[in-house]
């Protein structure tokens, strides 16, 4: 096996998944307005309520609509881990999961390329909202359009991590909405992505010390740093440190031998 | 346990697919189990598959075969038991294993929003395929089945029978030497059915492939094939139909599949 043979085949699976989403256009569609609908809406209604005082990366006082930018960002990182979540499941249903792992290349590979293939379509995703928020008259530095670019594949494959490791317990395409429930809005809400943690901690100390931990809060706060180029170094351990456990635990939970398949029998072996 | 099968096809034929020594089998399984839970789904299953030849693994529904295929994959590992492709273990050697195994599922697994032609690619890449040798392929095995003409229409709009065929080019497209169907032809009529078995089996003849193709269709053997009848996860009998025939005395392949499948029901 060549190193030519591994970038074909990563190559052919983000393609793969740029055309799926291509072909989806509504998918395109909802998953821009729903932060736009935040940033137009919620934001213009939380600005007067919600006074952001100067806490670093900004050095001066920002609206709210600046604020709530890098979270909205990591909101739609976040929703298309879970959406790769849902595909793997109905993947797996439909049953061309089958044929990623008939590839006679390493199993963690191939787990791997379908997330980088998820997280390319997500930051496409991220900079036509970037796009809109710059017109929204969001302006952070240009440069940090480029510096964000690490931190965003590096959070989007987190958080694709984490999707993929909720997809091997999930069984039924049905339990995506539970996954809504018990993950996504919780994992929003306890973040700093629409608040900052001091405005929480003067709220609630228990729901600061979540939010604080709270893995998405990590992401968030990398993303923004690195918008206004800087680098948040805790952020940025807590996003790899997470990568990596997720990931790890995805991949032993797709392990043939170990894998819950094993166990449960795979797609349609209910006869 | 019965006598060898008498291959349709020279190993020399086989040779040229494959590199390793004619002699040694496109599938061997041994003493394979394997349980979801308390419910065994394969017990202490062995047989193997010769490197080329149409070999048809007869069960009734639940008997085990989709079980069997997912381990042949390695969708998952079986707990106990061996299982070789051309010699290779595929637990020691997945990769060497799995590159030599073209598949065809039970069910539908093409990209429906996709055209044949995008399909294909994908699994091309998939299997590290060189772009342009994947394209040439591609053209080569569309034109197999007869259609070129729809490569570049959504999968949506092909037909059921013509969906089959597209999965079989798309298996065969890297060059696998043993060729596995589960159960291929279900929920096609009847033309369909007897377009993707006579195709299938051309391509053995032809080719030299190995084909394991399962089935709990009685009509879809023919004489010359060789069997391995699985029953309630057991291995009931394999050999040539007329060895599998005579060790149990009766006259044709549905009566002996019905004496080796009578009784013994175990829920």
Redesign the interface.
Known sequence: ??A???W??L???I??EG??FL??RERFFAALVRPLVWLAIFAVGFRAVLGVSIIPPYETYILYDEYVVPGLVAMIQLFNGMQNSLSMVYDRE???M?????????RWY?LVAKLLAGVAVSIAQVYVFLGIAWMWGVEPPPLGYLAVLPALVLSGLMLGALGLLLSSFVKQLENFAGVMNFVIFPMFFASSALYPLWRIREGSPALYLIAAYNPFTQAVELIRFSLYLRVDVTALLWVAGCLALFLGAAVLAYD??R?F?????????Q? | MFEAVVLPESPSISAIHESAAPSVAALSVEDLSHSFGKRVALDHVSFTVPPAGFTMLLGLNGAGKTTLFSLITRLYSSRSGDIRIFGFDLRRQPTRALERIGVVFQQPTLDLDLTARQNLRYHGGLHGMRPSDCEARVREELARIGLSDRADDKVRALSGGQRRRVEIARALLHRPSLLLLDEPTVGLDVDSRRHILAHVRALCRDEGLAVLWATHLMDEAADEDSVVVLHQGRLRASGSVRAVCAETGTAGLPAAFAALTAGERRT
């Open positions: 096996m060549s030519a043979t591994y074909y085949c190559r052919s699976i393609v793969r055309l799926r072909h989806q439909m049953g061309s089958r044929t990623l792992l008939v590839s006679p290349l390493p191939l043939p031998g894998g398949w094993a166990r449960r029998g795979g797609p349609a072996e006869a």
